[in-house]
């Protein structure tokens, strides 16, 4: 029987409230709590107080902002997946909720709680670094915002500091942007073996911007960046996206565990780069 | 919190599971406490309106919420359709994974009625059977659907 060591709960009433009660050291914010409870049981993690901010309802919304879309941290993956003006302007993010966990866990579990997490297996991560999103972080001053490619500072560890709060996430709209997400994993609810998300911008036949995120590679900031300068400028076509992807399975730093050896994730990266980009292409030609 | 629609108030620790909650406390023992990883399901309960692995939520989460468990499903004496359907298609051979299973199908039926084979198994497919290979999991969902009151 895992159970977690001794713990106090608070509930947050509101976001002032929250960004007080996480000014205690050694304090955990709880939301879908599909990745910190099990840490938890396994004793992992031992936060002295856990902030419930399940009640924040202000936190919990996706909307299209001017040309943004918002996405509130508290909006859960099924909610996210269930959004239609997210599908219609960001297929990549609708392409990675479906293999996220199971769809019972993706009731529960929040956008905000998979950014926050920081494991470098989680598939949101680089679907926003693809999408150049920028986090909005609450702070006892007001907020500040950080680009998710800098969100992170390595596994299990974020720029959210002692007393902040992830609040949101912006992801800027582009004209003639196709977006998707190709993932590998073993089984259903299981982690990606390797997982690629590509967004394209297009003038006619020829990319203006490109981003390429990457899973459970050991990417920087779950950016494939080479691959990035290598698009831009080029022509949109299988033998430009093929290339991208051997560069982007080049710079990575897949490390073999029971997932699969070095050599394997290499490939699929390349191939899952590659996928991803045509799909991308196709949807920002639709 | 209310369970099955009955109000009950405990004093209990923070680190305290749902699961533990409703088996040790309530003595619900409908719910089974498997895998203890989110992953198998067998302790799948409804918060709300929505169901969730109940290993992974803490007791004081639901606090003020409304619970629903398998001894919530039948309503007046009569089994619900789905458990109905388990018995009626064979769904269950061991029974860990049957209430957890039954209580995903009720959610399923509620949102989609009339689901096709692939959308059953996509919903189920964060529970674990280890008897049935699922085929009459699936059947007993589908007679579910075909049988509603």
């Given at each position: 029987?895992?159970?977690?060591?001794?713990?106090?709960?608070?509930?947050?009433?509101?976001?002032?409230?929250?960004?007080?009660?996480?000014?205690?050291?050694?304090?955990?914010?709880?939301?879908?709590?599909?990745?910190?409870?099990?840490?938890?049981?396994?004793?992992?993690?031992?936060?002295?107080?856990?902030?419930?901010?399940?009640?924040?309802?202000?936190?919990?919304?996706?909307?299209?902002?001017?040309?943004?879309?918002?996405?509130?941290?508290?909006?859960?993956?099924?909610?996210?997946?269930?959004?239609?003006?997210?599908?219609?302007?960001?297929?990549?993010?609708?392409?990675?909720?479906?293999?996220?966990?199971?769809?019972?866990?993706?009731?529960?579990?929040?956008?905000?709680?998979?950014?926050?997490?920081s494991d470098p297996s989680e598939d949101l991560s680089a679907a926003f670094a693809a999408a150049r999103a920028t986090a909005v972080i609450r702070t006892p001053d007001g907020q500040r915002t950080v680009p998710v490619r800098e969100f992170h500072?390595?596994?299990?560890?974020?720029?959210?500091g002692r007393g902040e709060l992830l609040a949101e996430i912006r992801v800027p709209l582009r004209p003639g942007t196709g977006s998707a997400y190709e993932k590998v994993s073993r089984r259903v609810g299981d982690w990606s073996i390797a997982a690629a998300g590509a967004c394209l911008s297009l003038a006619g036949n020829t990319i203006k911007e490109a981003g390429l995120g990457l899973?459970?590679?050991?990417?920087?900031?779950?950016?494939?960046?080479?691959?990035?300068?290598?698009?831009?400028?080029?022509?949109?076509?299988?033998?430009?996206?093929?290339?991208?992807?051997?560069?982007?399975?080049?710079?990575?730093?897949?490390?073999?565990?029971?997932?699969?050896?070095?050599?394997?994730k290499r490939h699929l990266v390349a191939e899952l780069t590659t996928r991803a980009l045509r799909r991308a292409a196709a949807r920002a030609s639709a | 919190m209310t369970v099955n629609g009955t109000e009950y108030a405990r004093d209990v620790e923070p680190r305290l599971l749902l699961i533990h909650f409703l088996r040790d406390e309530l003595g619900l023992t409908g719910s089974h406490w498997g895998c203890d990883t989110s992953n198998c399901g067998s302790c799948v309960v409804w918060l709300d309106t929505k169901p969730v692995k109940s290993c992974t939520l803490l007791a004081a989460m639901a606090d003020g919420h409304a619970v629903r468990t398998v001894e919530?499903?039948?309503?007046?004496?009569?089994?619900?359709?789905?458990?109905?359907?388990?018995?009626?298609?064979?769904?269950?051979?061991?029974?860990?994974?049957?209430?957890?299973?039954?209580?995903t199908a009720r959610w399923l039926l509620d949102h989609h009625p009339d689901p096709g084979e692939a959308e059953i198994r996509e919903a189920i497919s964060g529970q674990t059977c280890r008897c049935t290979g699922y085929e009459n999991i699936v059947r007993s969902i589908r007679w579910a659907a075909e049988h509603r009151e």
């Open positions: 029987m895992q159970v977690p060591s001794h713990v106090e709960y608070e509930r947050a009433t509101s976001v002032e409230h929250a960004l007080s009660l996480l000014s205690r050291p050694e304090t955990r914010v709880v939301a879908g709590g599909h990745s910190l409870i099990p840490m938890m049981k396994l004793r992992l993690a031992q936060p002295e107080l856990l902030v419930d901010i399940n009640g924040l309802a202000e936190l919990a919304f996706i909307t299209l902002d001017g040309d943004q879309l918002r996405i509130g941290a508290l909006a859960r993956h099924a909610d996210l997946l269930d959004s239609d003006i997210a599908g219609r302007h960001f297929p990549i993010f609708h392409d990675a909720e479906r293999m996220v966990a199971d769809p019972i866990v993706r009731l529960w579990g929040t956008v905000g709680g998979s950014l926050c997490q500072r390595g596994p299990y560890e974020t720029v959210v899973t459970a590679v050991g990417a920087e900031h779950f950016v494939a960046a080479e691959a990035e300068d290598y698009l831009r400028g080029r022509a949109a076509d299988i033998d430009t996206f093929t290339k991208a992807g051997a560069i982007a399975a080049e710079h990575c730093h897949p490390v073999a565990d029971q997932r699969g050896p070095e050599d394997f | 919530g499903l039948e309503r007046d004496g009569r089994l619900d359709p789905v458990q109905q359907g388990f018995i009626e298609c064979h769904g269950l051979q061991c029974g860990f994974c049957t209430p957890g299973m039954m209580m």
